[in-house]
């Protein structure tokens, strides 16, 4: 089974300004691509320093051309937030100006908060979500739309742009729970979970099981913060202060509406108790045998980096990202732990 690596990013506010901070991702889009990851995705976050690119189509406009081979989408555009029309027409101009490039997750929004900044009951985002993704199905795939729900309503709809990628582009899903995979492995999509090792194997162990089966073999994988620095005590020193700054943009309007987020718990520290391998900073050496043990346990296909968060600075990032991409991606293998369909 082979082993794929990605790249996964809030765009986080680190604090630097706004022009500077776009251009050092892009310029980190740029180095992931010259390093042979397969995909960049992006995050979408509304009205918090947690998400610095709430439009992702407009900021994945610029890694299109920024780049020659990289993968990129969103993981994931929060559907009920957009008119399905206008995302059709979005997928499918990135698709055609990457040269088929674009993949794309779709998700309802794990923040209910953000929702209902825009005015959307998060009581029937779910709902929303499931009629939401019909709608962007049939759009992608026929000329004219016709569609009718509790929530969306078509009829006749021509559809000029296309994309370039058939049937569609590549899909996405964010999976925490093991009935969480059973759409996704019905219908093809790719899955990723920030889940711990033990966890993620039962997610992918579930997933296979409800595998619809494909000619391409989907991906099954987890996210981590990972820091890679020549020594385990300069890497950990800058993931502790860069951690400290994504966790108060992670809680901050949980924090400010007195409420927790659902599902998901980060420690204070990078290497607090309760991360159980969520985060793993060393050397080239400690990080490949972390993460070999972790892919080992897990069973997953792809590896998915948080390589840029909080303060950290581009050359720290673009210094660790050089670090894993030339020590410990070629030496990093899968391990086939459940059977293939």
């Not at 008119?83 to 794990?110: A, N, T, W, Y």
Request: proline share 7%; charged share 25%; glycine share 8%.
């Amino acid at each position: 089974m082979t082993l794929a690596f990605g790249v996964f990013d809030h765009l986080d506010h680190s604090g630097a300004p706004l022009r500077e901070f776009y251009e050092d991702r892009l310029k980190l889009a740029e180095l992931y691509d010259r390093l042979g990851f397969y995909c960049y995705h992006v995050a979408e976050h509304h009205s918090t320093p947690l998400g610095m690119a709430p439009s992702p189509s407009v900021f994945l406009s610029a890694v299109a051309q920024r780049t020659q081979r990289l993968n990129f989408g969103p993981l994931v555009y929060t559907l009920p937030l957009y008119h399905p029309i206008r995302l059709i027409e979005e997928i499918c101009m990135l698709d055609q100006m990457s040269g088929g490039r674009f993949q794309f997750g779709v998700g309802k929004g794990i923040s209910p908060i953000e929702t209902r900044y825009y005015g959307i009951d998060p009581d029937k985002s779910a709902k929303m979500m499931v009629e939401a993704f019909e709608v962007l199905m049939r759009g992608l795939q026929h000329r004219r739309l016709d569609f009718a729900g509790e929530f969306y309503n078509f009829k006749d709809v021509p559809l000029e742009v296309e994309p370039l990628q058939k049937p569609h582009p590549p899909l996405w899903y964010g999976a925490g729970t093991p009935q969480s995979v059973e759409r996704p492995a019905g219908t093809g999509m790719s899955i990723v979970t920030n889940a711990p090792a033990a966890t993620a194997r039962t997610l992918v162990e579930h997933y296979w099981k409800h595998h619809a089966g494909d000619a391409k073999r989907p991906k099954t994988g987890f996210t981590r913060h990972i820091v890679v620095a020549d020594t385990d005590e300069a890497a950990l020193a800058i993931a502790r202060r860069g951690y400290r700054r994504w966790l108060a943009s992670f809680m901050k309007l949980w924090l400010e509406h007195g409420t927790k987020p659902v599902g998901v718990m980060y420690p204070a520290e990078f290497d607090g108790d309760g991360m159980n391998g969520r985060a793993i900073a060393g050397s080239p050496q400690t990080v490949l045998r972390e993460l070999q043990a972790q892919v080992d346990e897990s069973g997953v296909n792809y590896v998915l980096c948080r390589l840029a968060f909080g303060d950290l600075t581009y050359e720290e990032s673009r210094r660790s990202a050089e670090l894993f991409a030339g020590h410990v991606m070629p030496k990093l293998h899968a391990k086939e732990t459940v059977p293939a369909e």
